[in-house]
């Protein structure tokens, strides 16, 4: 992508992220005063909008516009906070989107409460905007596998050994799903061919594996000031992220006995970024990365696209560093 296409698209995705945000802020200003205040914290954190921003660009690029499916893309971000407020109690996170987490900043119980109001406010905006059966059914069935995702993901906790391919099914559900549900969608919003949409359900689950495999590395290899949110909960609870799986793989015992060692959570990162190097993990991953990557294009072949918006943004995502 040229430097005027890419300046192109910077402009329209930097238009769309103002205007879900914007919009955001109207969706629940009327309620007790504690649930109120609680969402609009929540939906005021400084995200990237991927999820609605997906949705639309499906739209637009398919149909020439995406206002059918705007309430669907709102939805979507709704659901997608709603999770994360809950993926951060059951992680313990103390960060998000450069802000404390709701049961940090509150308790526990708010969080739980103000997830369950958010899930509650996205299906209402689904059933006030008269979509067809199969749009609900897609953000339904995503819904179900995000659950099914992280309760294998906690499984995994306990477990001394996940291999890649157990890896890459859990996060199939948990992050895949997010990604591949909000493309379909953009699709269904139009009365698309439930057949054409399916191809770009698949082409969601190849870009969101790819997206989570992505954000396993950075996490490891970046820093909690860059992705504005606290990145040493996964390996003091012991998760089987992509890197942590691959040096396991490597040496079944480094981690562990790592750990053990080392007090300082800097120290644990520090010498896992170094194992990760020396054994040319980060080579592995970003393979990967690339294979999962053209894999999802291939479901496109044979979509008749208006317009490049939603790839070129996919190739934005692909080479994100945060």
Same mark, same amino acid.
Request: aromatic share 8%.
């Given at each position: 992508?040229?430097?005027?296409?890419?300046?192109?698209?910077?402009?329209?995705? @930097?238009?769309?992220?103002?205007?879900?945000?914007?919009?955001?802020?109207?969706?629940?200003?009327?309620?007790?005063?504690?649930?109120?205040?609680?969402?609009?914290?929540?939906?005021?954190?400084?995200?990237?909008?991927?999820?609605?921003?997906?949705? &639309?660009?499906?739209?637009?690029?398919?149909?020439?516009?995406? $206002?059918? !499916?705007?309430? %669907? !893309?709102?939805?979507?971000? =709704?659901?997608?906070?709603?999770?994360?407020?809950?993926?951060?109690?059951?992680?313990?996170?103390?960060?998000?989107?450069?802000?404390?987490?709701?049961?940090?900043?509150?308790?526990?119980?708010? %969080?739980?409460?103000?997830?369950?109001?958010?899930?509650?406010?996205?299906?209402?905006?689904?059933?006030?905007?008269?979509?067809?059966?199969?749009? =609900?059914?897609?953000?339904?069935?995503? +819904?179900?596998?995000?659950?099914?995702?992280?309760? *294998?993901?906690?499984?995994?906790?306990?477990?001394?050994?996940?291999?890649?391919?157990?890896?890459?099914?859990? =996060?199939? $559900?948990?992050?895949?799903?997010? *990604?591949?549900?909000?493309?379909?969608?953009?699709?269904?919003?139009?009365?698309?061919?439930?057949?054409? %949409?399916?191809? +770009? /359900?698949?082409?969601? @689950?190849?870009?969101?594996?790819?997206?989570? @495999?992505?954000?396993?590395?950075?996490? *490891?290899?970046?820093?909690?000031?860059?992705?504005?949110?606290?990145?040493?909960?996964?390996?003091? +609870?012991?998760?089987?992220?992509?890197?942590? =799986?691959?040096?396991?793989?490597?040496?079944?015992? /480094? @981690?562990?006995?790592?750990?053990?060692? $080392?007090?300082?959570?800097?120290?644990?990162?520090?010498?896992?970024?170094? /194992?990760?190097?020396?054994?040319?993990?980060?080579?592995?991953?970003?393979?990967?990365?690339?294979?999962?990557?053209?894999?999802?294009? !291939?479901?496109?072949?044979?979509?008749? /696209?208006?317009?490049?918006? &939603?790839?070129?943004?996919?190739?934005?995502?692909?080479?994100?560093?945060?």
């Amino acid at each position: 992508m040229n430097l005027v296409k890419s300046n192109i698209m910077n402009k329209l995705i @930097i238009n769309l992220q103002n205007k879900i945000h914007s919009d955001l802020k109207k969706i629940y200003n009327s309620g007790p005063i504690s649930l109120v205040e609680t969402f609009n914290y929540v939906i005021s954190g400084k995200g990237k909008r991927i999820r609605p921003i997906l949705t &639309l660009l499906t739209s637009k690029s398919l149909f020439g516009n995406y $206002k059918k !499916a705007y309430n %669907a !893309a709102l939805a979507v971000e =709704i659901l997608h906070n709603f999770t994360l407020v809950h993926d951060d109690i059951m992680d313990n996170d103390s960060l998000r989107h450069g802000k404390k987490t709701v049961h940090e900043k509150w308790d526990t119980s708010t %969080a739980i409460l103000i997830g369950d109001a958010m899930l509650a406010k996205s299906i209402n905006i689904l059933s006030e905007s008269n979509y067809n059966s199969n749009l =609900i059914q897609s953000f339904n069935s995503a +819904l179900l596998s995000v659950c099914e995702g992280q309760a *294998i993901d906690k499984e995994f906790e306990i477990k001394k050994k996940v291999a890649e391919v157990e890896y890459l099914k859990m =996060i199939e $559900k948990k992050t895949a799903y997010l *990604i591949a549900m909000p493309i379909e969608i953009g699709a269904l919003a139009y009365e698309y061919s439930p057949k054409k %949409a399916k191809k +770009l /359900f698949n082409f969601g @689950i190849c870009i969101g594996k790819a997206f989570q @495999i992505q954000d396993d590395f950075l996490e *490891i290899m970046s820093s909690p000031k860059i992705m504005n949110k606290s990145l040493d909960s996964d390996i003091l +609870l012991g998760k089987k992220t992509y890197p942590i =799986i691959l040096c396991n793989k490597k040496d079944k015992n /480094f @981690i562990k006995h790592l750990i053990k060692k $080392k007090q300082n959570i800097k120290d644990i990162i520090t010498e896992i970024r170094q /194992f990760i190097k020396d054994n040319k993990i980060d080579v592995e991953i970003k393979n990967e990365i690339e294979k999962l990557y053209k894999e999802g294009i !291939a479901h496109t072949q044979k979509i008749d /696209f208006k317009s490049n918006d &939603l790839l070129n943004f996919i190739n934005k995502i692909k080479t994100r560093q945060k």
